[in-house]
């Protein structure tokens, strides 16, 4: 199968890329490069990967992209509320406006896998878990815009949408801002945990995970298009101050409760990825293979690089 990847050099991306190819897919990457090549280096041997260097914004070019796949995987995006606080304006453009086009220009029996973000639940008023079912409510300008495209996906034929839980885990494209990576290397380099509003829940992914959902959703797209599932690891659904006891069952780490300081990222919510599994599919990969992974990261890599503010 022909798979075209937008933002295929990023977090996520270069990671999918690898289990696509082990799949006998042929991959087409188009990317930016902002954080540069280096994540996309250890594919250029390989006769069925190709890369071409375009921002998506450009229609007129892309054109021809969506025209050759026979599977599309949109990961182009602004990731994380604050970088689109910062680049509000390129934020709608990347994660909604170009996602519309896309929608408006597949054809109906291309595959089209889209991946949005459990961030779309925003805060579960009264702590109910959260079901395909459950209302959106995105309390970001990233969650409203990932929110928007999938409602315009799922009004289109030949789509299915994925609401991603926090993902985890250590990538090509390594990113130190995602929670539970951001307290390991914390836990690592400062010997403390400050938490702030511990009590906030949230559900969590590998990103080893996350590829392996979009090859099974491939492998049995007849029950999964024009379909939303969840996905996540049921059994890490878990608050700040549970993240981090499990974090301190692999590295001596000091945690403090801060009373009064409010934390910027309002999610709290707990997330039911029950439907995909009814379908087959489970989680293969633990918070404790995430924690044992990033500690090894984290002894070859320097922070700032891979922020993704």
């Not at 021809?64 to 509320?81: E, Q, R, S, T």
């Not at 101050?241 to 910027?264: C, G, R």
């Amino acid at each position: 199968m022909n798979i075209l990847i937008t933002g295929g050099a990023g977090y996520i991306g270069s990671e999918l890329v690898k289990f696509l190819l082990d799949a006998g897919h042929t991959v087409k990457v188009i990317d930016t490069l902002e954080y540069g090549p280096d994540s996309l280096l250890r594919y250029v041997g390989d006769e069925n990967f190709d890369f071409d260097l375009l921002d998506v914004r450009r229609k007129d070019l892309l054109k021809k992209y969506l025209n050759w796949a026979d599977a599309i995987i949109p990961l182009a995006c602004l990731v994380g509320f604050p970088l689109c606080d910062k680049k509000p304006r390129e934020a709608v453009e990347v994660n909604f406006e170009i996602n519309k086009w896309i929608a408006e220009n597949k054809r109906d029996e291309q595959i089209l896998i889209y991946p949005c973000t459990n961030s779309g639940y925003g805060v579960s008023e009264d702590g109910s878990v959260c079901t395909e079912e459950s209302p959106l409510n995105p309390v970001s300008l990233y969650g409203k815009t990932k929110v928007d495209a999938e409602q315009v996906y799922k009004q289109t034929e030949g789509c299915c949408t994925l609401r991603l839980a926090t993902v985890f885990g250590t990538s090509s494209r390594a990113r130190t801002d995602l929670l539970v990576n951001n307290f390991v290397l914390k836990a690592l380099k400062d010997k403390v945990l400050v938490l702030y509003e511990c009590e906030f829940m949230r559900n969590y992914v590998h990103i080893w995970d996350i590829c392996r959902v979009f090859l099974f959703v491939m492998d049995n797209w007849e029950i999964c298009k024009n379909q939303t599932f969840n996905i996540g690891n049921d059994s890490i659904n878990m608050n700040k101050m549970q993240l981090a006891q499990k974090i301190k069952q692999h590295i001596p780490v000091e945690i403090i409760k801060a009373e009064f300081t409010s934390d910027p990222d309002k999610r709290d919510y707990i997330v039911s990825s029950e439907k995909i599994y009814n379908l087959g599919f489970c989680c293969e990969y633990d918070l404790d293979d995430g924690i044992r992974q990033l500690i090894t990261m984290y002894k070859l890599i320097d922070e700032p690089w891979y922020a993704n503010y």
